[in-house]
RNA sequence: GGUCUCGUAGCUCAGUUGGAUAGAGCAACAGCCUUCUAAGCUGUAGGUCUUUGGUUCGAAUCCAAACGGGAUCACCA
């Protein structure tokens, strides 16, 4: 049990024995002490006067007398204006640090028997992943991580979005401009290939339309509707739907050269999936259950044969589900892979990582599903974050506007290089550990810089002043975990020996405080679905123990008992920096 | 226009279910490497928490309105 929880039972108990009241543990409010005031953690009584009938003051002296009788607990109290700040063992601090300086699964949770399945990434298959991607990746990822600690069972989906009539642009204007070029005869990776005719194909629709308005004076709208090359797309998309070979086998070869790339891509960034779905094989799922739910009378049709739902009494519109000549939309087609989903794995919740641009089509998904009593609707989460802009507006694709992820890992890990030659502190490592190291730094700063921002929150991206190594950056992070790890390997064996009788200094004190949340930090992480709660706690260990160390010796302490303490805070500081780094999905080297 | 969302230091962001004098990093300025890794540490400066009203012992936090950004409201995906 924590110690705020044991606090709140023992406030508890205590307020029952002077007042007899039931106050709910979690009505009682433990803050830390501010550092002005003498104490540990403070309990604020000001909730208790209605029910208790006095005033805060009388209320947190006679509580903290109450308390005090609980030696093993607290050591003292003050009372200031109804706040009543404690004072806990020392022996509190020890037993803990005792405890947990071995224990390298702590921060691990047992087991809840929850299945949980979480979709991220989910790319289309007509371009590269570019920087706003990478915010889906890596917060996917490191949701799954902080599940997977908190005790779920995790599943890691990728719906590909492999079909439709963006991929049919790429692929017609790669027929009419490439010649042929694959992605080994010109060297370039796949996805980029590919990417490149996307762009491309928008280029020359542009340049048609253009053409189009100029020589018969229509409107935009209408010369866009007669641009040959979309023409073309759209009776490529067409044979695709009616299985023509030819068709299927360029659309097989394009995408595997995606895949090859993707993969590349995945791979660099440490990321894996257990279960990809394919939109090509679900598009025409979902049909029979919106039938269904027509035959139940959830849905209706209206005149010219389309199926809607009506969700006007939950403040919405209504719903196009099915068109006039029977086939499916959007919506439709998600109606379906959620209960594939759920046939397949049969979780109790599912959590979608998406854009913040998708929030209605992700209510109204949800909402349908609960009403047509599908057993996988209620479990739907939907992890929605903000999209990463660029000084001068949204990223497109289309338009070739973007920041390229293959693009700014190369940077990131070029940086790391720099960096880390001109600092000169890598004698005796050889080429490979080189490399792994630069990788090792420049991802996880590019990991976090992204990570460490609440995800629904939406964030700008300046690529000209390029991601930070100093200050709240995972840079810095991992310099105090090799900073400890060098400590502790001259320190050589820890060994047992009591130091009940240690006094801890303030800064040792705090260090500790905040290592002994880390258990529900990641509970309170998870709950909110948002790992920029670790990133931030991870810094706040890191910066502390950098506090720490900077005016307490180690390794020649002034006693030896000082030293064991110490020995074995670092030990910890290190294993919590080095488990939570990982959630995110960020490796901590031992050495930089 | 409807719905949702955001507004905290020059910039990027924290701020735990309402709690004491609102915190970090970057940028600026001033210091600290004969001693465990200076990718570090310490200090200075920087704020009407967009505004107004309300709820109460107490509001950056909850409610309402206004202002300002963003998203969305397709027989596109």
Avoid at 213 to 222: A, P, Q
Avoid at 436 to 453: D, M, P
């Amino acid at each position: 049990m924590s110690i705020t929880q044991q606090i709140k039972v023992a406030a508890q108990s205590a307020i029952f024995s002077l007042y007899q009241k039931t106050i709910a543990v979690d009505d009682i409010l433990i803050n830390e002490t501010k550092p002005e005031f003498e104490g540990d953690f403070t309990l604020v009584t000001f909730s208790f006067t209605k029910l208790i009938g006095k005033k805060p003051d009388d209320i947190a002296q006679e509580l903290g007398v109450e308390l005090l009788k609980n030696d093993s607990l607290f050591s003292s109290f003050n009372v200031i204006k109804g706040f009543l700040n404690l004072s806990i063992q020392v022996s509190v601090y020890h037993e803990f640090l005792n405890n947990t300086w071995q224990n390298v699964q702590f921060g691990n949770h047992a087991h809840n028997g929850k299945k949980v399945m979480v979709e991220y990434s989910s790319p289309n298959t007509n371009k590269p992943l570019h920087f706003g991607h990478l915010r889906n990746i890596f917060l996917g990822y490191a949701m799954c991580e902080l599940l997977k600690a908190t005790g779920h069972e995790v599943i890691k989906a990728n719906l590909i979005n492999d079909r439709g009539i963006h991929i049919c642009k790429s692929m017609i204007a790669w027929q009419l401009f490439a010649n042929g070029a694959t992605p080994e005869s010109i060297g370039i990776k796949g996805d980029h290939l590919v990417g490149d005719y996307y762009v491309m194909f928008n280029d020359v629709f542009k340049s048609q339309v253009e053409d189009i308005i100029n020589t018969k004076g229509i409107t935009k709208e209408e010369a866009e509707k007669e641009a040959s090359i979309l023409l073309q797309a759209q009776e490529m998309l067409r044979k695709w739907e009616a299985g023509d070979a030819d068709t299927m086998a360029l659309w097989k070869r394009m995408n595997d050269w995606v895949y090859e790339g993707f993969y590349k891509s995945y791979a660099r960034m440490g990321v894996d999936f257990d279960k990809m779905y394919y939109e090509s094989s679900t598009y025409l799922l979902g049909r029979d259950i919106v039938l269904k739910g027509l035959e139940k009378g959830v849905l209706f049709k209206k005149e010219d044969g389309s199926v809607w739902i009506d969700l006007t009494d939950e403040g919405l519109d209504q719903k196009l589900l099915l068109r006039g000549d029977g086939t499916s939309v959007y919506m439709t087609q998600d109606i379906g892979t959620a209960t594939l989903k759920y046939a397949d794995f049969k979780m109790d919740s599912s959590v979608y990582v998406i854009g913040d641009e998708q929030n209605y089509h992700m209510q109204v998904l949800k909402l349908i599903l609960q009403k047509l009593g599908e057993p996988c609707a209620d479990g739907i989460y939907h992890l929605s974050y903000g999209m990463v802009e660029l000084p001068t507006g949204r990223m497109k694709s289309r338009e070739g506007t973007v920041v390229d992820a293959d693009d700014m890992m190369d940077e990131m890990i070029a940086i790391a290089q720099k960096n880390t030659e001109e600092l000169g502190k890598v004698d005796g490592f050889n080429e490979a550990e080189l490399l792994k190291l630069y990788q090792t730094l420049g991802l996880g700063a590019l990991k976090f810089y992204l990570l460490r921002v609440d995800p629904k929150k939406k964030m700008i991206f300046n690529p000209q002043e390029s991601i930070d190594f100093h200050g709240f950056t995972a840079p810095f992070v991992q310099f105090t975990h090799a900073r400890i790890t060098s400590i502790l390997s001259k320190a050589g064996e820890i060994g047992e020996a009591n130091t009940p009788n240690y006094t801890l200094t303030s800064v040792e004190k705090n260090c500790l405080k905040l290592l002994e949340i880390y258990p529900s930090v990641l509970l309170q992480a998870a709950k909110e679905y948002n790992p920029a709660m670790v990133s931030n706690y991870v810094y706040q260990v890191a910066k502390e123990y950098n506090s720490f160390l900077v005016d307490h010796s180690i390794l020649k302490a002034d006693s030896e008992a000082a030293k064991h303490v110490r020995l074995k805070l670092s030990q910890l500081t290190k294993q919590v920096i080095a488990h939570g780094l990982k959630l995110l999905g960020i490796d901590s080297p031992d050495r930089m």
